[in-house]
Antibody, heavy 120, light 107 residues
Framework: EVQLVESGGGLVKPGGSLRLSCAAS????????MSWVRQAPGKGLEWVGR??????????DYAAPVKGRFTISRDDSKNTLFLQMNSLKTEDTAVYYC???????????WGQGTMVTVSS | DIQMTQSPSSVSASVGDRVTITCRAS??????LAWYQQKPGKAPKLLIY???RLQSGVPSRFSGSGSGTDFTLTISSLQPEDFATYYC?????????FGPGTKVDIK
């Protein structure tokens, strides 16, 4: 079964850090271009960033609101994607989903999401 | 950045109704458009990609059309399980952007 399972969410104070993980199974993770998408409470979807497969360069791209604060990485030996979040702001409060794309850059596999709350 | 708009923001409909949702991009995106369905507390589900291609396992009552800047998602005969929020997303260029969503609820 194709599956993505996020973990690592929680409550953190403004200015703090948090590291999210996403465990993949049921597909060849090392070939996948992976993204993080977030959704603030009661709001719409916002793409956070993306990492290519290592064979395609392993490079990353980020949305402007998180660039310089968030870092996406991957461990293909453990089929796991990471999102390191630093200098967190209250506006980063959201459910964070990991997802992967098909050949048309549509997000076809999603995890269940993990909630991040940034509050003092 | 490419801005995505959707209309209407919400629609009330009955089971069996035909529902059409429109998505517009602020600049041309060819056919690089996807549609998602999201139910409360759940992850989004891909319905349509490449503007008109039906994702595997998605019922054929869902269809997509359009290219360039104007796109539509049509549900030909609304079923009880279709009450949800629908989002469009452009995949033409970074940053990938989503529309604000259209909520389909029960009339």
């Amino acid at each position: 079964e194709v599956q993505l399972v996020e973990s690592g969410g929680g409550l953190v104070k403004p200015g703090g850090s948090l590291r999210l993980s996403c465990a993949a199974s049921g597909f060849t993770f090392s070939n996948a271009w992976m993204s993080w998408v977030r959704q603030a409470p009661g709001k719409g979807l916002e793409w956070v960033g993306r990492i290519k497969s290592k064979t395609d360069g392993g490079t990353t791209d980020y949305a402007a609101p998180v660039k310089g604060r968030f870092t996406i990485s991957r461990d293909d030996s453990k089929n796991t994607l990471f999102l390191q979040m630093n200098s967190l702001k209250t506006e980063d409060t959201a459910v964070y989903y990991c997802t992967t794309r098909n050949s048309w850059y549509a997000f076809d596999i999603w995890g269940q999401g993990t909630m991040v709350t940034v509050s003092s | 950045d490419i801005q995505m708009t959707q209309s209407p923001s919400s629609v009330s409909a009955s089971v069996g109704d035909r529902v059409t949702i429109t998505c517009r991009a602020s600049q041309g995106i060819s056919s690089w458009l996807a549609w998602y369905q999201q139910k409360p507390g759940k992850a989004p589900k891909l319905l349509i990609y490449a503007a008109s291609r039906l994702q595997s396992g998605v019922p054929s009552r869902f269809s997509g059309s359009g290219s360039g800047t104007d796109f539509t998602l049509t549900i030909s005969s609304l079923q009880p399980e279709d009450f949800a929020t629908y989002y469009c997303q452009q995949a033409n260029s970074f940053p990938f952007t989503f529309g604000p969503g259209t909520k389909v609820d029960i009339k």
